[in-house]
């Protein structure tokens, strides 16, 4: 106990050295604004109603109550103070940390293994995102949970008890609360009574029924944890459509999702063996079957199932692991898509575990026996975790605020629209620096003008090059940018594009116009701040 008391210890600290750096950091121009900075729920802090909200709400294409209530935490905590909210973030972290500690001591019964693969995951520079991106708070507290569901589902198999099996329930409707990508948690469950929990009963012969008949009381007791799934996806599936992302699945076919996925896998792995080239957006993902990288996909994904079977009896964690690994990157492998990137890093954060787990199997037997063998493993993980801690040290560094980051983003990939649009928004707001902002805005339309980009998207491009001439007092220049941009999602105009409207024609002296447009953003909105203020200006005309 004592061993693990000091291992726990030295996880916090050094977890603390490589992410306390986030205490200064600000908030980035990268759906910071949509969760926390221009949400007046959030803003208005803990109250009846903005509780209610949470559990009300699919704002933003989910429905994670447990992740608005810890804003609201934090709002009421810190107000806009980001520093409050990057340190909130980093201690959950620091807690998903400790669980894994002590999930992986369990499984090895030794303390050594588990220290030792705990620190790969604390300091990962794939945890980097997950870890400094306010907006990122999702993964976080659906790992928490999701790892307390694992650890409750161990004690009730042990000593099977009304009231553990209530704490498994409990667990993971929070993990479920926090974000959605925990409805394969049931799945993992299963894989438990395999391995480590040994419930499963090898089937005798008509291998499904018997498996089925041998095991019923295994599966039934899971039936409301997966109706509790399958509600979950129902609700989150319909917010994703509410949000627009219809078109980027209707766009891909099953057979394009499924090579795309089969890719992805190798991608994944590749970013976590080897996490180089680090960004916060990934390419847009291709139209095409990636016929290549599905052909390399099967052969990596084939080879390493093939060895897990190979070594299942001796190391069954290896092959746990790497199930668990599979089934839980389903929802965001890219089978369905769920926005144009490829990858994204933070979806990596649950479903390494599966390869934590296999990795604490595969290096208990060099901690033992042979001092010298110990030795040069100990001296080999050493090396590897302080070049880990230095890479994550680095890449949290450029999230300090959103010049920095989309700075790098653009070392990376130079034409990353995203990027180019939210460094051109930020540089754009200061008068200094709108001249390169403009800049950045421009490529962005041009960029989406000659690829043929979404009715929102290019919407949104014309408006962003418009609201910088706009502070620029060029308003013959936003006025056609503006038109452009209700000519290219006439259907349904955002609200940003109307107001700037408004806002230009009142400044050129077309007060009818102004007047029209005005109206048109309050039937859109009736409490908008923007519109309120220019129908008082109008009135006050002589």
């Known amino acids: 106990m004592r061993s693990l008391f000091a291992a726990a210890m030295l996880v916090a600290v050094v977890t603390a050295a490589v992410f306390g750096q986030v205490r200064a950091h ?14 007046p729920h959030v803003l208005h802090g803990l109250s009846p109603e903005s509780v209610r909200w949470a559990f009300t709400t699919t704002y933003f294409g989910n429905w994670f109550p447990v992740t608005w209530l810890s804003y609201l935490v934090d709002s009421s905590l810190y107000g806009l103070n980001a520093g409050g909210y990057h340190l909130t973030n980093l201690l959950i972290h620091v807690a998903n ?19 030792i693969i705990t620190l790969v995951f604390a300091v990962h520079p794939v945890n980097v995102e997950p870890v400094v991106w306010i907006s990122s708070r999702k993964d976080l507290l659906c790992l928490f949970f999701w790892l307390l569901t694992f650890l409750s589902y161990r004690a009730y198999t042990l000593k099977p008890r009304a009231s553990r099996y209530a704490l498994v329930t409990i667990m993971f409707l929070l993990s479920l609360m926090s974000k959605g990508m925990a409805v394969t948690l049931p799945f993992v469950l299963i894989l438990m009574d395999i391995w480590p929990q040994r419930r499963w009963r090898k089937p005798e012969s008509g291998w499904v029924i018997s498996c089925f008949i041998r095991n019923r009381k295994l599966l039934l007791e899971k039936i409301p944890w997966f109706t509790m799934a399958g509600l979950f996806l129902v609700i989150n599936w319909s917010a994703q459509e509410n949000l627009g992302n219809a078109a980027v699945r209707q766009a891909t076919s099953l057979q394009v999702g499924f090579g795309r996925a089969v890719a992805n896998y190798v991608l994944y792995l590749e970013k976590f063996f080897w996490p180089a080239r680090l960004t916060p957006h990934y390419p847009k993902a291709s139209p095409e079957f990636p016929v290549n990288e599905f052909i390399v996909g099967i052969l990596v994904l084939s080879a390493i199932t093939a060895v897990c079977v190979r070594v299942r009896r001796k190391s069954p964690a290896m092959l746990f692991g790497w199930c668990l690994f599979l089934g839980v990157l389903v929802p965001v492998g890219g089978l369905v898509p769920i926005g144009e990137s490829v990858i994204a890093e933070r979806y990596l954060y649950i479903p390494q575990i599966g390869i934590l787990i296999a990795g604490a199997f595969l290096i208990r037997p060099l901690l033992t026996g042979s001092t010298l063998r110990t030795t040069l493993t100990g001296i080999g993980a050493a090396m590897v975790i302080a070049i880990l801690s230095y890479t994550s040290w680095h890449q949290t560094a450029r999230w300090r605020k959103s010049t920095t980051l989309f700075t790098y983003v653009l070392t990376i990939q130079p034409d990353d629209a995203m990027a180019h649009t939210n460094l051109g928004i930020v540089l754009a707001e200061s008068a200094e620096t709108r001249p390169e902002g403009i800049e950045h805005l421009l490529y962005v339309v041009r960029k989406y003008e000659a690829d043929g980009a979404l009715p929102t998207q290019m919407s949104m491009a014309y408006n962003n090059l418009a609201t910088a001439y706009m502070a620029d007092e060029r308003f013959e220049d936003a006025l056609p940018l503006l038109q452009q941009a209700i000519r290219a999602n006439p259907d349904n105009p955002d609200l940003a594009v109307v107001n700037n409207l408004g806002q230009v024609y009142f400044q050129l002296k077309d007060y009818t116009l102004a007047n029209f447009y005005c109206r048109r953003s309050l039937e859109l909105s009736p409490n908008d701040p923007q519109a309120k203020q220019l129908l008082e200006d109008l009135g006050a005309l002589p």
Do not use: I, K
């Not at 600000?26 to 949400?39: A, L, P, Q, S, T």
């Not at 369990?106 to 588990?114: N, R, S, W, Y």
């Open 97 to 115: 940390a400790l669980l894994v500690l002590v999930l992986l001591a369990e499984l090895t019964g030794a303390v050594l293994p588990a220290l």
């Open 26 to 39: 600000e908030f980035v121009r990268y759906d910071d604004g949509m969760h926390v900075v221009n949400n």
